[in-house]
């Protein structure tokens, strides 16, 4: 662990995305949002239009997030989205009418290519992150990829991920904690973990509302802890990071997917009024030095 810090010190990699939005770990931090998974194209036009007008509000960089497909739910009965063909028409209206920089998982090598030509942003689920060939395919199609962390891998574990998107000639790359797993039914966060994954020069997100998630605690579906959202997230931004990673739901508790671990549009809006006074104080570099 100390020998990747050594190594790694003092790297400030960025990714660019949709030409207007920077991800690195020394500047402002900026949000991915957005619910689960696509419930339908009239609700998440009005639910993105909502997110950007409260990200716009604080002047915080907004990536709008939904997937059109949940491939790895708890049960077969679950909703799993509209489907890639679907899906992407409607992340296409949103990013058209909304003008918004648009992130979304992918879950096979062939998904890649055809998510590419409509969002800005890729997205490898932590169940994925260590398939060789699927981060091959997101490397090979020129856009940025987000690779959230295995919950069943150790921080300094992903510098071996990195090291297959860099061979592959990935041209951005971001990693994404989200939890460990602790037991069953259990995640908890080790925010060293944010430090080290840093160290490694790319640009780390946290993705607060996954990491209190109780995976298959309900049996057919997932619970979680929504009310301890607010407080990782300030200690994320406390530690430093890219951007934060919200599921954002106008009622979470109706949502078809993820319900327990979303947040609502007032919260929302609170966390990120909190958030933006942590982050402009951690970013100082002149009161973070070292110890």
Do not use: W
Request: proline fraction near 4%.
């Amino acid at each position: 662990m100390v020998k990747i810090l050594r190594q790694q010190k003092n790297k400030n990699k960025q990714i660019k995305i949709n030409k207007n939005i920077i991800l690195a770990n020394n500047r402002p931090f900026v949000v991915i949002a957005g619910p689960c998974v696509i419930e339908s194209e009239k609700h998440i036009l009005t639910l993105a239009e909502n997110l950007k007008k409260l990200t716009s509000k604080f002047e915080i960089p907004f990536i709008f997030k939904a997937s059109y497909d949940k491939a790895n739910r708890s049960s077969i009965f679950s909703y799993r989205g509209p489907g890639i063909e679907e899906g992407l028409k409607i992340l296409a209206k949103v990013k058209k009418r909304l003008n918004l920089a648009i992130i979304t998982d992918v879950h096979t090598e062939a998904q890649a290519m055809k998510a590419a030509k409509i969002v800005d942003f890729l997205q490898i689920p932590a169940f994925l992150s260590r398939q060789t060939d699927l981060i091959k395919a997101c490397a090979f199609t020129g856009k940025p990829v987000n690779i959230k962390k295995g919950q069943f891998l150790a921080p300094e574990d992903i510098s071996n991920v990195i090291k297959k998107a860099e061979n592959f000639g990935s041209k951005g790359l971001s990693i994404t904690e989200r939890g460990v797993s602790f037991g069953y039914h259990n995640l908890v966060v080790d925010f060293r973990g944010l430090e080290i994954m840093k160290q490694m020069g790319y640009p780390v997100v946290f993705d607060a509302t996954h990491s209190i998630q109780l995976p298959g605690n309900c049996s057919t579906f997932s619970g979680g802890n929504r009310e301890f959202v607010l407080p990782l997230s300030k200690a994320a931004v406390a530690v430093g990071v890219a951007a934060l990673f919200l599921e954002v739901h106008d009622n979470p508790d109706k949502a078809l997917s993820d319900g327990a671990n979303s947040i609502s549009l007032k919260s929302f809006e609170r966390l990120l009024e909190c958030a933006k006074v942590i982050d402009s104080i951690s970013k100082k570099q002149l009161l973070c030095q070292e110890i």
